[in-house]
C-alpha cells in the first residue's frame, strides 16, 4: 500500500521574497503547490517523469523522491535554491546538491494554478491545521517534561534522604562497634593483667618449694652424719666388747 507524506516549507530565496512550497509525496512520484502570497504555481510530476528523470541520474525512483523530498521539505543550508520565471505565467523551481564531490542541479517547471485563491488557502490551512498539531504536541511534551521534572525533584530528594539515612545509620553503627571494641580492648588488658599476676605467682612459689627442699635436705644430711657417727662409735665398742677370752694353751714338745 502507497504512503502519503505532507510536507510546508517556507523557501527563503535571495533577493526576492519568500515562497511556501507545499509538497504531497508518494512512492514513485510528486506533487507541489506554491505560492508567494498573490499568486500560486502547481507542479505535478507523474511516475513517467520521475521515472526518467531517475533514470537520467542514474537513480532508483524511490531515492530520487526521498532525495527530492529531503530538499523541499526542508531547505538545506548548503544549496542554492532558485525560483524564476519560465515565460507565460510559468515558473522553474531548482535547488543544488553535491554527489561525489560534484555539484548538480535539479530543475522543475511549475505552471500557474487554476484558482490562485484557492491553492494560496490550502496551503494556508495546512499550515493552520500543522500549527495547531505543532502547539498540541508541545503542550503535551511539555506537560510530560513538567511531569518529569516533578518527578525528578521527588527523586532527588528521596535518594538525599536515603544517603543522609545511610550516613546517620552507618555513623550510629561505627559508634557502637567503637564501644563494643573498647569493650573488649578493657576485657583483654584485665586478662593480660591477670595472667600476668598468676605467671608471677606461679614463678615464685617453685622457688619457695627448692629452698624448703634444700633446708630440709640439709637437715637430714646433719642428722645422718650424727647418727652415722653414733654408730661408727658404737660399732667400734661392740667389737672390743665382743673379742674372744680363751685360756693360753702350753704346747710341750
Known amino acids: 500500500m502507497e504512503v502519503t507524506r505532507h510536507s510546508c516549507l517556507k523557501l527563503e530565496l535571495k533577493d526576492v521574497d519568500p515562497i511556501f512550497v507545499k509538497g504531497t509525496w508518494f512512492d514513485s512520484r510528486f506533487e507541489l503547490s506554491l505560492t508567494d502570497g498573490h499568486n500560486a504555481w502547481i507542479c505535478r510530476a507523474s511516475e513517467e517523469e520521475v521515472r526518467n528523470r531517475a533514470a537520467q541520474w ?12 529531503q530538499y523541499l521539505g526542508f531547505q538545506q543550508p548548503h544549496s542554492l535554491y532558485g525560483f524564476a520565471d519560465a515565460g507565460d505565467g510559468h515558473k522553474r523551481l531548482s535547488w543544488t546538491f553535491e554527489k561525489e564531490g560534484t555539484k548538480l542541479q535539479w530543475r522543475w517547471k511549475c505552471e500557474p494554478a487554476p484558482d490562485s485563491k484557492q ?8 499550515l493552520m491545521d500543522a500549527n495547531i498539531r505543532l502547539s498540541e504536541e508541545v503542550v503535551i511534551k511539555t506537560q510530560s517534561f513538567e511531569r518529569l521534572k516533578v518527578e525528578a525533584e521527588k527523586s532527588l530528594a ?32 584485665d586478662l593480660r593483667d591477670q595472667l600476668t599476676e598468676q605467671g608471677a605467682a606461679v614463678g615464685k612459689l617453685p622457688q619457695e618449694e627448692e629452698d624448703e627442699s634444700t633446708d630440709k635436705t640439709e637437715s637430714f644430711d646433719d642428722i645422718s652424719e650424727e647418727e652415722s657417727s653414733k654408730n661408727i662409735t658404737g660399732t667400734s665398742k661392740d667389737a672390743q666388747t665382743s673379742r674372744p677370752r680363751g685360756r693360753k694353751r702350753t704346747t710341750r714338745n
Not at 119 to 126: K, N, Q, R, S, V
Not at 177 to 186: D, G, I
Open 58 to 69: 542514474d537513480q532508483p525512483v524511490l531515492e530520487y523522491v526521498s532525495l527530492a523530498e
Open 119 to 126: 491553492t494560496t488557502a490550502e496551503i494556508l490551512d495546512f
Open 158 to 189: 528521596q535518594s538525599e534522604k536515603i544517603s543522609k539515612e545511610k550516613v546517620e545509620f552507618e555513623s550510629a553503627l561505627y559508634a557502637k562497634f567503637l564501644k563494643v571494641l573498647n569493650s573488649k580492648k578493657a576485657k583483654l588488658r
